[in-house]
């Protein structure tokens, strides 16, 4: 087959996929977790239960697939946010920002049954790690600067700022996931 | 019957109750949570299977008691911690780091499986709520001080504390912990 053939199918497979996971979180949004059927899933999506088998095996594994896109669009975001031209402190502050707002709309979702289904394994263990990665490599150049202090090694940093951010997950409103970006930050800063 | 034969009762029943709680969390950390029995627990505790059926119904219900006690006797330390006489800045340190290290050995047990087993339900929410309630009263304290910020609310920053201080549980060294414990106060501290 040419390759443009090639690729108009791969390009209509990733948009029935894609499809399926939007019908299945729509339906898991609206009338939880367990009461979702495949059946449902396919009609949602406007094909038939056989293709819809051809895709994904269960519920769970739409979930978990759903899940994975999910967290790499954050990832993607905070990439994005992290490479932009422009002064090292105030990207790191973007990007703590977008993080700790990730953090926060997360837990306000209501979806603590997904959460419970997906947050383990290995998806979740390298979306992790990737994420450690990236405030590891930004803290790494902004020290270059003095913005950041120098000493505490990047990866405990890192760690320090992912836990620190989480907490965003408690607060009730976006003005305090502000302030709680600003305390984070000046942990990170020089000692006096 | 007077006062203080009842006062021996109880004290004869906290010691039994006690020894149970220790030989359960023996045999779990030795043999894991699955291969341990309750006629097991009996014998290492010295008693007969029909008595310790008085005392808990399964071994669940023993760690999760044994959690209780563990998680009461953290809070103890830290109260008293924060309670000792002397400088307030002082003392907020000392409650940081003693926290850290909980975090730091408990990642470092290996129990998992219990941690997954007694970290829900309303006992462990209870804890939490009396820790969070611990760094908000200390740090209300501290704040008239001016040792530390006061553009944030204590709560907010107890949140933050707490959420920091659990990075020390992937830390390798308790030299490390101690640089998070640094960090976390460094965000603290009055803005410059």
Request: charged fraction near 30%; aromatic fraction near 4%.
């Given at each position: 087959?040419?390759?443009?053939?090639?690729?108009?199918?791969?390009?209509?497979?990733?948009?029935?996929?894609?499809?399926?996971?939007?019908?299945a979180?729509?339906?898991?949004?609206?009338?939880?977790?367990?009461?979702?059927?495949?059946?449902?899933?396919?009609?949602?999506?406007?094909?038939?239960?056989?293709?819809?088998?051809?895709?994904?095996?269960?519920?769970?594994?739409?979930?978990?697939a759903?899940?994975?896109?999910?967290?790499?669009?954050?990832?993607?975001?905070?990439?994005?946010?992290?490479?932009?031209?422009?002064?090292?402190?105030?990207?790191?502050?973007?990007?703590?920002?977008?993080?700790?707002?990730?953090?926060?709309?997360?837990?306000?979702?209501?979806?603590?049954?997904?959460?419970?289904?997906?947050?383990?394994?290995?998806?979740?263990?390298?979306?992790?790690?990737?994420?450690?990665?990236?405030?590891?490599?930004?803290?790494?150049?902004?020290?270059?600067?003095?913005?950041?202090?120098?000493?505490?090694?990047?990866?405990?940093?890192?760690?320090?700022?992912?836990?620190?951010?989480?907490?965003?997950?408690?607060?009730?409103?976006?003005?305090?996931?502000?302030?709680?970006?600003?305390?984070?930050?000046?942990g990170?800063?020089?000692?006096h």
């Amino acid at each position: 087959m040419p390759k443009l053939w090639n690729e108009t199918i791969e390009a209509h497979r990733r948009a029935v996929r894609d499809a399926i996971l939007d019908a299945a979180w729509v339906l898991v949004a609206e009338h939880g977790l367990t009461s979702v059927r495949m059946s449902r899933i396919a009609e949602e999506t406007g094909i038939g239960r056989a293709t819809l088998y051809k895709y994904f095996p269960d519920v769970e594994a739409i979930l978990i697939a759903w899940h994975e896109r999910h967290v790499a669009d954050h990832l993607e975001r905070l990439v994005e946010l992290r490479d932009r031209v422009g002064d090292a402190g105030e990207r790191l502050e973007a990007v703590l920002e977008a993080y700790a707002l990730i953090c926060h709309r997360r837990e306000h979702r209501g979806t603590e049954q997904v959460a419970a289904l997906v947050h383990r394994g290995e998806p979740a263990a390298r979306a992790q790690r990737q994420l450690i990665g990236l405030f590891r490599d930004l803290l790494t150049e902004v020290a270059e600067t003095g913005v950041v202090r120098d000493d505490v090694a990047p990866d405990e940093l890192a760690s320090y700022c992912l836990h620190a951010l989480a907490a965003a997950g408690s607060l009730p409103s976006e003005a305090a996931v502000r302030r709680l970006v600003a305390v984070t930050l000046d942990g990170l800063r020089p000692p006096h």
